[in-house]
Each structure stands twice: as C-alpha cells, then as structure tokens.
C-alpha cells in the first residue's frame, strides 16, 4: 500500500484502499508482522505488552477489556493501538509521547472502527 501512495503522488485520496489505509506521520519503517507468532517470535509481542501495561497504569483501559468497545480483534497489536492512542491523547498530543520505544505511529485517518471510537483530532 505504501509502495502505492508513494509513486502515485502521496496524496491522502491514494491511500484509503477501501477505508483501510492509514497516511502515517512518523516513519514506519520498522517491519510489523500481523500474526500473533510471528510477534512473539520476534519479541514485538513483548514490547506491545508492555506498552499495554505501561499506558493502563495511566489512562483507563476498560475499552479493550472483554465486553469493550475496542476488545475485537482480540490481539495485542489491536489493544496497544488502543491505549498507546489514549495515552498519546491523555499526555497532550506531543511526540514522545506516542514514541513507545518506536513502536509508536501518528496517523492523519482516524482509525476508529464499529463501536470502537479512538480519541483522534488532526
């Protein structure tokens, strides 16, 4: 998708592929592996925990609790997009904030879904 919007231009309209892409302000370059093995196997699984963990000691994390707005999918890199976004929004909206040890990404789209609504301003 990223090869994509960037030889047709970049424009915000080239990226939406049916209202699931993301335009991203910071550097996605670090490879994201979706699968939940493959997260673990490459200890990514850990550090989405811990930024989990991390970002539930300060914000309210009941959204991806079970019965949650935000609990399907129910997988670790859906529930750290979750709460990173919270805690990103809570600490007020400045970089380091949503750095989580790289982990982090600013998108321009909001990326809510269903009942699941994030906290997004652009």
Same mark, same amino acid.
């Given at each position: 998708?990223?090869?994509?919007?960037?030889?047709?231009?970049?424009?915000?309209?080239?990226?939406?592929?049916?209202?699931?892409?993301?335009?991203?302000?910071? #550097?996605?370059? =670090?490879?994201?592996?979706?699968?939940?093995?493959?997260?673990?196997? /490459?200890?990514? +699984?850990?550090?989405?925990? !811990?930024?989990?963990?991390?970002?539930?000691?300060?914000?309210?994390?009941?959204?991806?609790?079970?019965?949650?707005?935000?609990?399907?999918? #129910?997988?670790? =890199?859906?529930?750290?997009?979750?709460?990173?976004?919270?805690?990103? /929004?809570?600490? +007020?909206?400045?970089?380091? !904030?949503?750095?989580?040890?790289?982990?982090?990404?600013?998108?321009?789209?909001?990326?809510?879904?269903?009942?699941?609504?994030?906290?997004?301003?652009?």
């Amino acid at each position: 998708m990223n090869a994509y919007y960037q030889a047709v231009g970049r424009h915000q309209w080239n990226c939406d592929f049916r209202d699931s892409g993301l335009v991203a302000l910071t #550097d996605p370059s =670090i490879p994201i592996t979706l699968g939940t093995g493959a997260w673990q196997s /490459q200890g990514r +699984g850990d550090m989405l925990q !811990s930024n989990i963990d991390f970002a539930c000691n300060y914000v309210d994390c009941s959204l991806i609790r079970f019965g949650g707005a935000c609990h399907c999918p #129910d997988s670790l =890199i859906n529930h750290a997009s979750v709460v990173m976004n919270l805690y990103y /929004q809570a600490t +007020g909206r400045d970089n380091p !904030s949503c750095d989580f040890n790289n982990t982090g990404l600013t998108v321009m789209k909001d990326p809510s879904y269903g009942d699941c609504k994030y906290k997004f301003q652009q």
